[in-house]
């Protein structure tokens, strides 16, 4: 997969997670996964359509899922992924990624993103894609992962 379908990805991250206050964000590695993701505790998937379709499957442990949506809510504590957690990690979900397809727009590359659906627990989601390239980030010294599955390639 070419690089350019990778970095708008992690560009968005590191432009929005600074707009809700969380400052501490590490790129990790770079690595190639199969189509099985396996939950750290959260998993969001946004499906991708358009110039280039797929799937990106954004994944977190649920410590960093109530820590992301505490601050984005202000700082209001959170005990739990309750329904209102849920909602601000799917929101966050869909900010990285109509960031991302700004960025996409920018190139030339038109794309348009589905609903975001969060799972949590112990499980494993089936990428739309043999191979998936996982960008792993630290947030706040928590793991977030972003596992990009495309399949297609128009542009």
Same mark, same amino acid.
């Given at each position: 997969?070419?690089?350019?379908?990778?970095?708008?990805?992690?560009?968005?991250? %590191?432009?929005?997670?600074?707009?809700?206050?969380?400052?501490?964000?590490?790129?990790? #590695?770079?690595?190639?996964?199969? #189509?099985?993701?396996?939950?750290?505790?959260?998993?969001?998937?946004?499906?991708?359509?358009?110039?280039?379709?797929?799937?990106?499957?954004?994944?977190?442990?649920?410590?960093?899922?109530?820590?992301? @949506?505490?601050?984005?809510?202000?700082?209001?504590?959170?005990?739990?992924?309750?329904?209102?957690?849920?909602? @601000?990690?799917?929101?966050?979900?869909?900010?990285?990624?109509?960031? @991302?397809?700004?960025?996409?727009?920018?190139?030339?590359?038109?794309?348009?993103?589905?609903?975001? %659906?969060?799972?949590?627990?112990?499980? %494993?989601? %089936?990428?739309?894609?043999?191979?998936?390239?996982?960008?792993?980030?630290?947030?706040?010294?928590?793991?977030?992962?972003?596992?990009?599955?495309?399949? #297609?390639?128009?542009?």
């Amino acid at each position: 997969m070419d690089v350019k379908y990778i970095n708008p990805f992690f560009a968005s991250l %590191t432009n929005i997670m600074p707009q809700l206050g969380i400052q501490n964000i590490k790129k990790g #590695k770079l690595s190639v996964k199969s #189509k099985f993701i396996k939950s750290q505790g959260v998993l969001i998937n946004v499906g991708v359509v358009g110039d280039i379709k797929g799937n990106i499957i954004y994944g977190t442990t649920v410590e960093c899922a109530k820590k992301i @949506a505490s601050s984005m809510m202000m700082g209001m504590p959170v005990e739990e992924l309750d329904e209102m957690a849920q909602s @601000a990690i799917s929101e966050l979900t869909n900010m990285l990624t109509a960031n @991302a397809s700004t960025v996409f727009s920018e190139e030339g590359i038109s794309i348009d993103i589905s609903t975001p %659906t969060l799972m949590y627990g112990d499980f %494993t989601a %089936t990428a739309s894609t043999a191979k998936v390239i996982c960008v792993e980030m630290l947030i706040e010294d928590l793991p977030f992962e972003i596992n990009i599955a495309i399949d #297609k390639v128009l542009a």
